[in-house]
Each structure stands twice: as structure tokens, then as C-alpha cells.
């Protein structure tokens, strides 16, 4: 049967780096708060850039990577839930910019696990003969959404995008099967409340706790659907929530020959779009060479998840 495969990758983010010291003059934390809780060290800041400026860019990035000519893209999906437009979506804008003429555009915000959804859509589309090949993105802008008087949540956000092309592959493709599901009786774990300014909101210990434990089957599951073990992974790239929820989950899962993204201690939490900007990175610097086979596992709004195996371009 014919599949999917991603053949190209593309990474953006703003100029503005914000440090930890920078927030300690804004709010009672300090660098050595932040690192032990959290791992992160800097994330970036957009300072005049959209969700689609960031998500034009680095879709642009993988577009041009891909040799794909802007006519051949029959689909964009982006996954953001950080977005303020509502209509056109950003995902038709960014279609837009780039030329692409005609394809089917349409956003997904399934909060931290939105780019692992919107990549199984994609995946799905062109399995049944919808599209040939579909332009994936995550992009956020959560300094958007941002309490930057809550010392709690304001050291973790940072904005960013990542995007990939995934094309038609007639031996099978490379984008193993999703596992993907949502506990709504604990969505108020991490949310956005409600209104015309919405903030980032999360209840950590909780979503720590949901995190290190019931991810694991699910990671496992996703390998196992794939036809692999964890043992076999080249990559683990999950949700760049926190380096002590990404380093417990890659212990557990016993992925001990992969490499492991932790993109989150330059980039802090990029919600949709860290999954994408993490793997970009690491397939850039050569570290998850072509061909290696990498875990993508989005978790968290929701609460939600989506996870597949995937092979690198």
C-alpha cells in the first residue's frame, strides 16, 4: 500500500533571546530556579513576527529543501494554538507567501501534541489519494499568551517553528501509524484560558506526574505499530515541555541508542511547534542521520497526545 515520508525539514526562530537573568528582573526567580526545575537556559522572543511570518519561514525553509516547485504542494496544515487570526486560517496565508496556488489549507490546535496530529492528517490524506505532497508546520508565538507576572509558567515559553514536507510514497512511506488519544476530565492541567487575552495556564505537578507515567506505554505502542523496539530508535523527540519530563520518559522507555532532543534548554516550551523545531535541529547538525528511524510524541493541552515513528530525510 502506498504511504507517506518526509523528505525535507525547515526551523525558524526570532532574534530575541531572552535568558533566565533577563527574568530575574522581572520576576522573583532566578537562572538557577529556572535550570534546576526546568533545564532551560534561553528561549526566543518575537518581537514583531506573527505566528505566520514564523510559520511562512520555516516552511519556506523545508519547501525549498525539498525541490519541490510551490504547485506540486496540494496541502498545508499548520498546528498552533497560540494564533490570534481565525479566518483566513494561517495555514492559507502561509500558502499564500509562499505561492503555493491551490491546496487545501486549514489550522489544527490540539495544544503541545498539535504537530504530531496534524502530521497524521497529512499522512492520512495522502494515503487515501487526497494529496501528493502536504506542507506540515508548527509555529507558535507564546509569548503571546504569556503572564509575564507568573513566575511559574513565564520562565517556560519561548516562540518558534518547524515544518516538514511529507510526499507520497508508492512502497509503503516512512510515517509509521499514530497513537493518539485525550483525557478531557484532566484538560484543565494545561489550558489557555478564556477571552480575548488568553494565558498560558498549567498545574505542573500534575501534568509532571501524567507526564513521566502515562507517556511511556503510549511511546511504546507508537514503536510497536512501527514494527520496531525502542532499542532501534536513532531519535527520540518529544514535546520540549521540560528536560526533566524529556530525559524521565526517554529512561523509561529504554531508548538507549538514541539520540535525545533537548531543544528546550535553548528554546524553552514551543508548545506545537517544538516536536518539528527539535527534529529539524537535529537532522541539521547531522546527529539523526538519514534514514534513522526517530519517535516524535507530542503531549500535553488537553490533555492531549499523538505519537508515530518517523524516518529521518
Known amino acids: 500500500m502506498p504511504g507517506s515520508r518526509i523528505t525535507a525539514l525547515g526551523h525558524h ?15 522573583d526567580t532566578s537562572d538557577a530556579w529556572i535550570r534546576q526545575r526546568t533545564g532551560i537556559v534561553t528561549r526566543r522572543i518575537a518581537e514583531t513576527e506573527s505566528v505566520t ?22 496541502m498545508v496544515v499548520v498546528a498552533t494554538c497560540s494564533a490570534m487570526d481565525r479566518c483566513p486560517s494561517i495555514a492559507t496565508q ?19 501534541a498539535g504537530f504530531c496530529t496534524a502530521l497524521a492528517t497529512a499522512d492520512h490524506a495522502i494515503r487515501a489519494g487526497a494529496a ?40 509503503g512511506g516512512s510515517v509509521g501509524p499514530v497513537v493518539w488519544g485525550s483525557d ?4 484543565h492541567a494545561v489550558r489557555l484560558d478564556d477571552g480575548w487575552q488568553p494565558r498560558f495556564r498549567q498545574e505542573g505537578q500534575t501534568v509532571f506526574r501524567w507526564a513521566t507515567t502515562a507517556l511511556v506505554p503510549i511511546a511504546e505502542e507508537a514503536c510497536r505499530r512501527a514494527g520496531i523496539t525502542p532499542a532501534e530508535l536513532g531519535a527520540v523527540v518529544t514535546h520540549q515541555a ?22 528546550v534548554v535553548d528554546s524553552g516550551n514551543t508548545s506545537a511547534a517544538s516536536v518539528p523545531l527539535a527534529l529539524a535541529k537535529l537532522v541539521e547538525r547531522g546527529e539523526a542521520p538519514g534514514g534513522a528511524p526517530a519517535l516524535l510524541l507530542g503531549f500535553g493541552g ?8 518517523v524516518t529521518c530525510p
Open 13 to 27: 526562530q526570532p532574534g530575541k533571546v531572552l535568558t533566565n537573568d533577563d527574568l530575574a528582573g522581572m520576576v
Open 53 to 74: 511570518d514564523l510559520a511562512a519561514a520555516a516552511a519556506g525553509k523545508a519547501l525549498a529543501s525539498s525541490g519541490l516547485a510551490p504547485d506540486e504542494i496540494d
Open 94 to 112: 502561509v500558502a499564500g507567501r509562499l505561492g503555493v496556488p491551490a491546496a487545501v489549507g486549514f489550522d489544527v490546535n490540539n495544544g503541545c
Open 132 to 171: 501528493r505532497h502536504a506542507l506540515v508546520i508548527g509555529a507558535e508565538r507564546m509569548s503571546d499568551v504569556t503572564d509575564w507576572t507568573d513566575r511559574t509558567t513565564c520562565v517556560l515559553l519561548g516562540d518558534g517553528a518547524g515544518a516538514a514536507v511529507l510526499s507520497h510514497d508508492p512502497t
Open 184 to 187: 478531557p476530565t484532566r484538560g
Open 242 to 263: 521540560n528536560l526533566r519530563i524529556v530525559e524521565a520518559i526517554t529512561r523509561r522507555l529504554g531508548a538507549d541508542r538514541a539520540v535525545v532532543a533537548r531543544d
Open 302 to 309: 488537553g490533555l492531549s497526545w499523538a505519537g508515530q515513528v
